[in-house]
């Protein structure tokens, strides 16, 4: 498992997939730093088709500071995503 | 509109512009709670027909204009609905003929 | 018939007899009660279990919440534990939290936790119950992520701007409750005291605790 230490820095690639998955629009291609380490989960994205979910996923807590992901961002303002290894990559 | 927006899902909101928020609530009816129940029990260890996952899949899969029209156990049912038809549990002429005996026992001509 | 038949009377209820909500019925509510009652003609769920559902639901209510908040604030080692693995620590109150991955928030003066779930509606219900309506529409999920502070204001929360504020999207597997600051001059007040100041608001973290 290749994996994110807390405190690294990711960004979420920029893909649109078809289908069912967990990573918000908004956070696509936008860059933020692993808040923790939430374990091992099926993988959303195929159980949502029937399917056993396996293999499982490393699931992170990703903190986004709010001016990263919008022009618009309030300081002060941190918004924490919950997403899966396949969506990330090191920034 | 930005790359990727014509693949964002109507439920993918996070973001968005939006009015005011109606912090009017409403008491759960025993039918909502009865779909809420109904869920948990398809999706529970013993039973297993139902994952959560495939429920929001069922419900992105409604449509736009469906999804707003709906209230929030609206969409359930027919997303729940949708899934026991996909799997065979249930066919739509039981269906069908189950509510038509509903409606008349209700003395619902519609 | 009553129409407040389901707030009570549980043991006259006939789940297979679902017309006792008395009005006009949208057609997903017939929906509903066809579905289910060829559910259990099937034999793929029974009555019974339904009703059971159904009441286990209803006994969980923001009480249970509030109850481990009141905890975390006269037990500064339940506090430590409730932070660090909240699943354990919301079973040490008997309170039943499988399969929910649970983690708790402390808000302080320099941080405040609000939680939210943009792509449906994940929420700690075996902690506080079903969410409220608001939870659940358009214009909370769309905006408590890019405006939090306005959003905040409508629900009546000012905060300083000195505050800084995280924001959590159940996007996944966990699930957030928070555990608010302890309002001033409550030094005096029971456990069970405090629990009764404390709402479900305030554990999802649009309002503050007040002492009144």
């Not at chain 1, 933020?32 to 099926?42: D, K, P, S, T």
């Not at chain 2, 429920?55 to 609905?81: K, N």
Request: proline share 5%.
């Amino acid at each position: 498992m290749s994996g994110f230490d807390v405190g690294a820095s990711v960004r979420v690639r920029l893909a649109y997939p078809t289908g069912h998955c967990r990573t918000p629009f908004y956070c696509r291609g936008k860059t933020g730093v692993v808040e923790r380490v939430c374990g091992a989960f099926r993988n959303p994205e195929t159980l949502a088709y029937g399917q056993d979910g396996e293999p499982q996923l490393t699931l992170y807590r990703v903190r986004f500071a709010a001016n990263d992901l919008w022009a618009d961002g309030e300081p002060g303002v941190a918004v924490e995503i919950e997403l899966y290894e396949p969506w990330l990559e090191s920034a | 509109m930005s790359e990727g927006e014509a693949h964002r899902g109507y439920h993918d909101m996070g973001g968005d512009q939006a009015g005011a928020i109606d912090q009017e609530g409403h008491a759960y009816l025993l039918w909502e709670k009865r779909i809420d129940a109904m869920m948990v029990l398809l999706s529970g260890p013993e039973k297993k027909l139902i994952r959560v996952d495939e429920l929001r899949r069922a419900i992105e899969s409604l449509g736009p204009d469906v999804y707003e029209d709906l209230s929030y156990y609206e969409r359930w049912t027919a997303a729940i609905t949708a899934l026991m038809l996909e799997k065979g549990v249930v066919s739509q002429a039981e269906l069908d003929a189950k509510v038509a005996a509903m409606k008349a026992a209700r003395g619902d001509a519609a | 018939m009553s129409t407040d038949h389901h707030h009570h009377d549980h043991d006259h209820e006939h789940i297979d007899h679902p017309d006792t909500d008395a009005g006009p019925w949208s057609e997903h509510r017939y929906i509903e009660g066809a579905l289910r009652e060829l559910l259990i003609e099937k034999g793929v769920v029974t009555a019974e279990e339904m009703r059971a559902q159904v009441e286990r639901m209803e006994g969980r209510n923001p009480g249970l919440g509030a109850r481990v908040v009141a905890r975390a604030w006269t037990d500064p080692d339940y506090k430590a534990r409730l932070l660090e693995d909240a699943n354990a620590a919301v079973d040490e109150l008997g309170i039943e939290i499988q399969p929910t991955h649970l983690i708790a928030l402390e808000n302080t003066p320099e941080e405040h936790n609000v939680v939210v779930c943009t792509l449906c509606s994940c929420y700690p219900r075996n902690l506080l119950g079903l969410p409220p309506d608001w939870y659940k529409a358009r214009a909370y999920r769309s905006r408590v992520v890019r405006e939090p502070r306005a959003v905040l204001r409508e629900f009546g929360t000012e905060l300083p701007d000195s505050t800084r504020i995280r924001v959590h999207d159940s996007t996944a597997d966990m699930r957030y409750v928070v555990l608010p600051r302890r309002p001033e001059d409550t030094e005096g007040m029971s456990e069970e005291e405090l629990a009764a100041l404390v709402g479900r608001d305030a554990m999802i973290g649009v309002s503050v605790v007040t002492k009144d």
